[in-house]
């Protein structure tokens, strides 16, 4: 997967109803530095219809497929 691939979600679970199925631009990495200096690796997203930038924990990206 590639920074401005178009991306879809698969159906995750009932409680993930703002992801499910849909679809989003894939804006690359983003990795949070704690301050115990732990580094936890998110993703950036932008969902078809929304303004602003989703956040999402990497083990979501198992559900995430390119679209061709």
Same mark, same amino acid.
Request: hydrophobic share 45%.
């Given at each position: 997967?590639?920074?401005?691939?178009?991306?879809?979600?698969?159906?995750?679970?009932?409680?993930? !109803?703002?992801?499910?199925?849909?679809?989003?631009?894939?804006?690359?990495?983003?990795?949070?530095?704690?301050?115990?200096?732990?580094?936890?690796?998110?993703?950036?997203? +932008?969902?078809?219809?929304?303004?602003?930038?989703?956040?999402?924990?990497?083990? +979501? +990206?198992? !559900?995430?497929?390119?679209?061709?």
């Amino acid at each position: 997967m590639k920074i401005g691939d178009l991306v879809k979600f698969a159906y995750i679970n009932g409680h993930c !109803w703002d992801v499910n199925n849909k679809y989003a631009v894939y804006l690359g990495e983003n990795f949070l530095v704690r301050k115990d200096d732990t580094v936890v690796e998110n993703h950036k997203v +932008l969902l078809q219809g929304q303004t602003r930038i989703t956040i999402i924990d990497r083990a +979501l +990206l198992r !559900w995430l497929t390119v679209v061709k």
